[in-house]
């Protein structure tokens, strides 16, 4: 493939369009919109209408003038054609590892007597440390396998299986509705981290028979940097879980002031205080930029702009690097990573060449595809500047092997 050839390849894209949508950067090809999502180009007028005439000027009428008390639900139904869920189904609140927290006590408590919160080695860190912390407070174990593992390590004993749909390092994919059909089969929930396939993979959380899930805002969904986390809960277990945060706007007649908590019907028990209205305006800014736009389209482009990337750069770099990441499409989301001894240093020099993706510990260079705004051109002229850096050991210079603090 030539530059002309992804040239023309983004000439025939019919989603081309949607990068019109975002503000991004002259000069920069952005790789991380699956760490933090890009700018929509509605966001900043969107806040200062919210902050300005919203806030400023109605003050503390807007609660009702402008329907803040409904934003948590309202903008989550947007996410419903996103993630393949109802929109009574889903909820904006707090942070991704607060949601999982709640959902995950939820279900465990609903599971009374099993001793098991069941998950991967590896998966990602917070979901590790929050089970841990629960299991401590409720006296269960947390039984970290293999991938492979998962599916044959559901017992009578298991609580809830918690996955990660999209592992964060490699981008492998889990296979939610066998790993659903599995835990049912046991008498066991499922709690989905959907933070790595939202926004970019046509996930089905209903058709697949999921009964819990949360995600980030701030990743493919564009909300901007610490975005409220969305959380799902099938319908049919709207009225039997309970949320272990039992905050007031989760209550249900919040303004009745009474002493003792009765949460509402249906989702909105699982909200605990009032929401962040600055945030969920930006967030919605972000669920706005897919308006239109069927997710198996973004999907096939995603996987598109993968092959494009893994071709072009083990054409340019050959053995220097070796892809970490699974090479079938049906196995994998929408990010990849190349492992090299250097990674670190390696993706520093690619950044001050104008190319951002992260490192992942301990050798991972990561590389994510937003198929709303990212093109084949950028994918391609990405991994040529990867082969002149290595080729060149441009990567060998004190500077960059300074760590940051955020990687
Ligand atoms: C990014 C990410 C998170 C982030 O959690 P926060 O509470 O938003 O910091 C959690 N889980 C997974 C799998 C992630 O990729």
Redesign the pocket.
């Known amino acids: 493939m030539t530059l002309e050839d992804a040239q023309r390849l983004d000439e025939a894209d019919p989603l081309a369009f949607a990068r019109e949508r975002f503000s991004l950067p002259e000069g920069k090809i952005y790789l991380d919109g699956n760490s933090l999502g890009a700018l929509p180009a509605a966001t900043p007028e969107r806040l200062a209408d919210v902050a300005g005439r919203q806030w400023g000027e109605d003050l503390i009428a807007s609660w009702n003038a402008h329907g803040w008390i409904d934003w948590p639900a309202r903008i989550a139904a947007k996410l419903a054609p996103i993630v393949g869920a109802r929109p009574s189904e889903l909820l904006i609140a707090d942070?991704?590892?607060v949601c999982l927290f709640k959902l995950l006590a939820a279900a465990v408590q609903a599971r009374p007597g099993r001793t098991a919160i069941l998950t991967e080695r590896g998966n990602?860190p917070?979901?590790l440390y929050v089970a841990q912390g629960l299991a401590d407070m409720l006296g269960l174990q947390v039984h970290a396998v293999e991938r492979s593992r998962v599916a044959d390590a559901i017992t009578n004993d298991t609580a809830a299986v918690m996955l990660?749909h999209v592992d964060?390092r490699s981008g492998t994919c889990h296979d939610m509705a066998a790993i659903n059909r599995a835990a049912h089969a046991a008498g066991a929930l499922t709690v989905w981290?959907l933070?790595?396939s939202a926004g970019a993979l046509a996930v089905n959380l209903a058709g697949d028979g999921s009964d819990l899930a949360i995600g980030?805002g701030y990743?493919y969904l564009n909300g901007g940097p610490g975005a409220p986390?969305f959380l799902f809960v099938a319908e049919h277990l709207q009225t039997e879980l309970r949320s272990p945060i039992q905050g007031w706007m989760g209550h249900a007649e919040p303004f009745a002031f009474d002493d003792g908590y009765r949460p509402v019907e249906g989702i909105g028990r699982f909200l605990s205080g009032t929401p962040s209205i600055l945030a969920l305006a930006a967030l919605e800014a972000g669920l706005d930029s897919f308006e239109g736009i069927a997710m198996a389209d973004l999907q096939a482009k995603s996987q598109c702009l993968f092959q494009i990337f893994v071709n072009a750069v083990e054409a340019r770099c050959g053995d220097q690097v070796r892809l970490a990441s699974p090479r079938d499409p049906a196995a994998r989301g929408s990010h990849l990573c190349f492992a090299h001894p250097h990674g670190y240093a390696v993706m520093q020099a690619l950044i001050a060449r104008g190319v951002v993706g992260d490192f992942r510990a301990p050798d991972l260079m990561r590389f994510g595809f937003a198929p709303l705004y990212n093109r084949y051109e950028e994918v391609w002229r990405a991994a040529e500047i990867l082969g002149d850096i290595l080729d060149r050991h441009e990567w060998d210079q004190p500077r960059f092997h300074q760590r940051a603090r955020v990687t």
């Open positions: 942070s991704t590892s990602f917070t979901d990660t964060y981290d933070s790595h980030c990743k986390a």
